[in-house]
């Protein structure tokens, strides 16, 4: 099994070194992952952290592309910052998640979307000091696809209100 690790475009410092802790590594073969891809975007990564720990046969990571959908469909699980495009991207593809907040920000605008994201039932939130934890206890069965809404409802409400006729 395949897990995907993303900060996307940000630097998330903590959840890197939350996903390359010698417990956290050890979790996830004890679930089952044989594999992890982690894209670390502006994070300082010292790649020779994973050499110390061998406890996945198969850990590999870069900074950017400029298209991280194939890694989010080939993930068994996928483990996110919690920006709103990140995760309404994985919802969309259906995929079982765990965004992870980023509790450092100030004024932290994630911590909103994640709690209701993960109050709705469509991923998991946490913290990176209480991942592992989350990891722990994390059942994918237990989380309900996020069913895209229809955004031409919007378009027909306004034109409605403005007695236009809508068309597409």
């Known amino acids: 099994?395949?897990?995907?690790?993303?900060?996307?475009t940000t630097k998330f410092d903590g959840l890197l070194a939350a996903v390359v802790d010698q417990d956290?590594?050890?979790q996830l073969g004890?679930?089952?992952?044989?594999?992890?891809?982690?894209?670390?975007g502006s994070s300082e990564f010292?790649?020779?952290?994973?050499?110390k720990h061998k406890?996945?046969?198969n850990v590999e990571w870069y900074k950017y592309k400029s298209d991280i959908e194939t890694d989010i469909l080939k993930a068994d699980l996928v483990i996110s910052h919690a920006g709103a495009g990140s995760s309404l991207e994985i919802m969309y593809a259906k995929k079982p998640c765990i965004?992870?907040?980023?509790?450092?920000?100030?004024?932290?605008?994630?911590?909103?979307?994640?709690?209701k994201l993960s109050?709705?039932?469509?991923?998991?939130?946490?913290?990176p000091g209480s991942l592992l934890s989350t990891l722990k206890?994390?059942?994918?069965s237990e989380l309900t696809h996020y069913e895209r809404g229809d955004p031409s409802l919007l378009s027909q409400h306004l034109h409605s209100l403005m007695g236009m006729k809508y068309s597409e």
């Open 1 to 8: 099994m395949r897990c995907f690790v993303t900060v996307g």
């Open 24 to 26: 956290f590594l050890k």
């Open 30 to 40: 004890y679930k089952g992952y044989t594999s992890l891809l982690i894209q670390a």
């Open 46 to 51: 010292d790649e020779s952290i994973l050499e």
């Open 55 to 57: 406890e996945l046969p």
């Open 99 to 115: 965004v992870v907040v980023n509790d450092r920000l100030m004024g932290n605008h994630q911590q909103e979307l994640a709690s």
């Open 119 to 127: 109050e709705l039932g469509h991923i998991k939130d946490t913290v």
């Open 137 to 140: 206890s994390f059942d994918a």
